[in-house]
């Protein structure tokens, strides 16, 4: 496999690459892998029902589910660095997509935490 990097002549060819790294990493976590993992279940539980209920064919579906939940996480490596060796603003893109994602969710939590912690202090001091 020849992986040659991308040369780009202007700056608007990078900020269309990085933005098409964004598009694509919100298009495949937020979109495309929870549809997909909800019909990887459905299919799941229709070939578990067709089956004996021994230990050995339900520990072969829970192998089955366990590497179809890791395909999605080797999906996003496997295309981060392919960009990186192909069109870097790509893969740009997709990590400053999966930093915003982080940053947002820590936030959340940090609101989460704290409004709990209000809620608890409200109901023990009322």
Known sequence: MNLIQKEYTD??????????????????NVLA??????????????VATGLDSSDTSNTLISIAGVALGLLPLLINIGLIV????????????????????LLLTLCLGILFAVACLGIIGAYNGG
């Open 33 to 46: 892998f929870p549809i997909c993992s909800f019909l990887v279940s459905i299919g799941l539980s229709s």
């Open 11 to 28: 700056p608007a060819e990078k900020r269309k690459d990085f933005w098409f790294g964004v598009v694509l990493w919100v298009g495949l």
């Open 82 to 101: 392919y960009f990186a060796f192909t069109r870097r603003q790509v893969a740009l893109g997709m990590l400053a997509a999966f930093g915003a994602a």
